[in-house]
């Protein structure tokens, strides 16, 4: 495990998962190991999930329980510091505040993520849209307040950071509709201005974007948008699934295949990224 500074969500997922493989090395039980810690299976499933913290007594007391090696101990004592760590600005988001979000989640997943496969049908990855088209999407929702607004556009350009790390930048790969592409947000001149930094983005050697034409037709993506987060050996992929009315979470194994598998197809059926770039081209072409 990296000795990285991280934030308190994505420091708690590293941590429960590193306790979770530990248990299996060591060969018990979720149940033998909360009986030996002294509370119930279910704080103990919290924290291997990542959903809770981690005091330095109890993580002591693993440390006993599980037999951790003296090597080890160091990372792990980082990791919940970092987990128990209070923000020193508010990063996260009033998402959390409206009804059904849970974004916290993985704004955790995507700062350790090594790669993302991202997939949505009607808008532009927010990992790509530039800050005018990001405030016109953002100030669209009726119940956010303009400070919320500006807290959520800076919150999306600080999410934009990963991909350009000196140190493993983070893998994006991207499809899009043309329809997505063609959609005018606020004014033609804020569409172009973004279809121009997709051209640009497309040129860095960690990011691919590709585009399903309109010709098409019916494809596996069109019951909705997803995208797959893998954070190489620190964590198993995830598949987080955004809507209004509840952000969605898929981990287990038969499901995950699923989802790739549904993103082979996707991809299938989408222009090469060098005939995407041509797309994208001639879009903006069209309105000279």
């Given amino acids: 495990m990296p000795q990285e500074q ?7 997922l590293l941590l429960g998962r590193a306790l979770q493989q530990l248990r299996d090395e060591a060969g018990m039980s979720g149940a033998e190991v909360a009986e030996l810690m002294g509370f119930g299976a279910a704080k103990l499933s919290k924290i291997e999930r990542g959903q809770t913290s981690v005091s330095k007594a109890d993580l002591h007391l693993f440390f006993q329980v599980l037999n951790v090696s003296e090597d080890v101990r160091p990372t792990l004592l980082e990791l919940g510091s970092q987990s128990r760590r209070p923000r020193r600005n508010r990063t996260t988001t009033f998402e959390q505040e409206l009804p059904g979000r849970n974004f916290e989640k993985y704004l955790g997943l995507e700062e350790i993520a090594l790669g ?10 927010g990992l790509l849209q530039t800050p005018e088209y990001a405030r016109t999407l953002i100030s669209a929702n009726p119940l956010l307040l303009p400070d919320q607004v500006d807290h959520l556009v800076q919150l999306r350009l600080k999410r934009q950071q990963a991909l350009h790390r000196t140190d493993e930048p983070l893998q994006l790969w991207s499809i899009v509709e043309e329809y997505a592409l063609r959609r005018i947000l606020g004014d033609r001149e804020i569409r172009d201005d973004q279809l121009r930094h997709l051209l640009a983005m497309g040129h860095k050697p960690n990011i691919n974007i590709q585009v399903i034409p309109d010709s098409a037709g019916a494809h596996p993506g069109l019951d909705g948008g997803f995208a797959i987060l893998d954070a190489g050996n620190h964590l198993p992929p995830v598949v987080y699934i955004d809507s209004r009315g509840m952000n969605t979470y898929v981990e287990s194994v038969t499901e995950l295949a699923a ?4 993103y082979d197809h996707i991809q299938s059926a989408a222009l090469s990224p060098i005939q995407s770039a041509e797309a994208i081209t001639a879009i903006l072409e069209e309105t000279r």
């Fill in 259 to 262: 989802y790739k598998a549904t």
């Fill in 6 to 12: 991280h934030g308190p969500v994505a420091s708690r």
């Fill in 116 to 125: 993302i496969k991202d997939w949505h049908p009607y808008l532009l990855p």
